[in-house]
C-alpha cells in the first residue's frame, strides 16, 4: 500500500531538482555562462545567496562529467 505513494513522492521530487536545476542552468547561461564564469559568480539568481550560488556552480556546472554530459546531450 505504501510503495506506489513512495514512488509518487520520489517521482515529484526528481521533478523538483531536475526543474530547478534547468532554471538555475538558464540563468548561468543568460549571466555569462562557460564564456565568463566570473560575471555568473557575480550575478547569484535573487533566490540564492551569494555563497550558495558559487558551490552549485562547482558543483554542478563545472565538473568535467557535468560538461561531458552536457555536450552529448546537446548532440
Known amino acids: 500500500?505504501?510503495?506506489p505513494l513512495r514512488a509518487d513522492i520520489q517521482a515529484d521530487?526528481?521533478?523538483?531538482y531536475r526543474d530547478r536545476k534547468h532554471d538555475m542552468k538558464n540563468h548561468?547561461?543568460?549571466?555569462?555562462?562557460?564564456?565568463?564564469?566570473e560575471?555568473?559568480?557575480r550575478c547569484p539568481t535573487t533566490d540564492w545567496?551569494?555563497?550558495?550560488?558559487?558551490?552549485?556552480?562547482?558543483?554542478l556546472f563545472l565538473?568535467?562529467?557535468y560538461r561531458r554530459t552536457s555536450?552529448?546531450?546537446?548532440i
Request: proline share 0%.
Open 63 to 65: 565538473t568535467d562529467e
Open 28 to 37: 548561468f547561461d543568460s549571466v555569462g555562462g562557460y564564456h565568463d564564469v
Open 49 to 59: 545567496s551569494a555563497e550558495a550560488w558559487n558551490k552549485m556552480i562547482d558543483l
Open 39 to 41: 560575471r555568473a559568480r
Open 13 to 16: 521530487m526528481q521533478r523538483a
Open 71 to 74: 555536450e552529448k546531450n546537446k
Open 1 to 3: 500500500m505504501w510503495e
